[in-house]
């Protein structure tokens, strides 16, 4: 029962960090991170991305600008467009890793120490990933709320409010923390010694057949 709960945890660490990479993929490049809206014209909306500005508008449609100079951004966007770029990767290799490390991965199924290595490693890299995407979403975010209520601008300015980015990067953070969480913990359990590495292969292999077909194995 234990190896079943393990291996089922792998699975669940692996897809919540696939997911959460992607989103926060997606999060790096949508250019809305903030919105404005016009009080004196509804009909046109402002976004705010790491790479570009937009005008949405009902009449012409979407029009986006790139931002031409990075050094003349905001200290949240550049540091925010190196720490999303640092997650992405981290989150690429963190599931490379993990992938080797897995329970039912044939790579070095003789060798469960560096499989067990192997996963720890990578959960701790999909880790590090989530925290490395949750920074600059909440920074942008803090600086947001700070303008937002900030009292030296007058309240007929137009104030930026949050974007769906943020929220779409939170979730996706919050998957890879939960993800490399689960990695780590399904490789932290104890396991019983087993007789031979080939009885441990072929074990894992019955219990990861029965987990794809979808049934419970009756001898557990």
């Known amino acids: 029962m234990a190896l079943v709960l393990r291996i089922a945890m792998q699975f669940v660490g692996i897809l919540l960090s696939l997911l959460g990479w992607v989103l926060s993929i997606v999060t790096t490049y949508l250019p809305h991170w903030k919105n404005l809206n016009l009080d004196l014209n509804e009909m046109e909306n402002w976004t705010m991305g790491l790479w570009q500005a937009c005008v949405v508008q009902e009449e012409v449609g979407v029009q986006c600008k790139d931002f031409e100079s990075f050094l003349g951004l905001p200290a949240e966007l550049r540091i925010s467009r190196v720490l999303m770029f640092l997650s992405n990767g981290l989150g690429l290799l963190g599931l490379l890793v993990s992938g080797f490390g897995l329970d039912c991965s044939r790579i070095g199924e003789t060798q469960q120490d560096v499989k067990k290595r192997l996963l720890i490693l990578g959960g701790t890299l999909l880790w590090t990933a989530g925290v490395t995407a949750l920074i600059p979403v909440s920074w942008v975010a803090h600086v947001t709320v700070q303008e937002f209520w900030d009292e030296r601008i007058p309240e007929i300015v137009p104030r930026w409010e949050f974007g769906e980015a943020l929220f779409i990067g939170w ?3 919050f998957s890879l923390l939960l993800g490399g969480c689960l990695l780590n913990w399904a490789a932290c359990r104890t396991q019983a010694p087993l007789a031979s590495g080939s009885y441990a292969v072929a074990e ?14 009756p001898s557990v």
Not at 204 to 217: H, I, K, P, R, S
């Open 171 to 173: 979730f996706a953070g």
């Open 204 to 217: 894992v292999q019955t219990q990861c057949a029965y987990l794809e077909n979808g049934t419970a194995n």
